[in-house]
């Protein structure tokens, strides 16, 4: 049972717009940053977003992210083929612990 | 560029001590940073282990922290996971990562490629 909480699946079509919620508590989403990762089959997860909202670079602008009380969304616009993968948030949470969502796994139909 | 790369026994029996190094090249472990540990299930999500710095200061995973010690050798440039009396539920592909703090926190923003270990007599 992850600390935050994820749907399991998600899914769009190619130029669509697509968002992934994340709820959690006062004690890590509410309190602290959110961070979204991505994993593709077979690979490490990769940073996608920090500090709620922003991009390391490399990561195109059709990511982004926000975080409003203790949920946060991942948005993708201009879904593509390249981007199903399984995408994760985290957080830090005040009792000393780092904290992740279950996952999404995100198709592009 | 920081590097990460995990190392030790593909395979564990059950009650042993799982035992893993990670190896990180492009970047002193002694200049900062936390580094740290994660685990995923084959076909589940990621949990966190625990951290470390080079000091030694550590935390560890509540539902973890009576079985896990993670240690650091900043002379090898690397740092370690034990995780002992393992179980079938500890089978997963682990991970070692750099952790920075971010004024509230920290998190990971470089992985290693990760190791499969599999816990079967």
């Known amino acids: 049972q992850s600390v935050l909480t994820q749907p399991p699946s998600a899914s769009g079509t190619p130029g669509q717009r697509v968002t992934i919620s994340c709820s959690g508590s006062s004690s890590n989403i509410g309190s602290n940053y959110v961070y979204w990762y991505q994993q593709l089959p077979g690979t490490a997860p990769k940073l996608l977003i920090y500090r709620n909202n922003q991009r390391p670079s490399g990561v195109p602008d059709r990511f982004s992210g926000s975080k409003s009380g203790t949920s946060a969304s991942l948005a993708i616009s201009g879904l593509r083929s390249e981007d199903e993968a399984d995408y994760y948030c985290?957080?830090?949470?005040?009792?000393?612990?780092?904290?992740f969502g279950g996952g999404t796994k995100l198709t592009v139909l | 560029q920081v590097q990460l790369q995990e190392s030790g026994p593909g395979l564990v029996k059950p009650s042993e001590t799982l035992s893993l190094a990670c190896a990180v090249s492009?970047?002193?472990?002694?200049?900062?940073?936390?580094w740290g540990w994660i685990r995923q299930p084959p076909g589940k999500g990621l949990e966190w282990i625990g951290s470390i710095y080079h000091s030694g200061s550590t935390y560890y995973s509540p539902s973890l922290k009576s079985r896990v010690t993670i240690s650091v050798d900043t002379s090898k440039n690397q740092f370690s996971l034990k995780l002992s009396s393992v179980t079938a539920a500890d089978t997963a592909v682990y991970y070692c990562?750099?952790?920075?703090?971010?004024?509230?926190?920290?998190?990971?923003?470089?992985w290693g490629q990760g190791t499969l270990v599999t816990v079967s007599s």
């Open positions: 990562a750099r952790q920075p703090y971010d004024s509230s926190g920290y998190y990971v923003d470089y």
């Open positions: 985290a957080a830090w949470d005040d009792s000393l612990r780092g904290v």
């Open positions: 492009g970047y002193s472990i002694s200049s900062g940073y936390y």
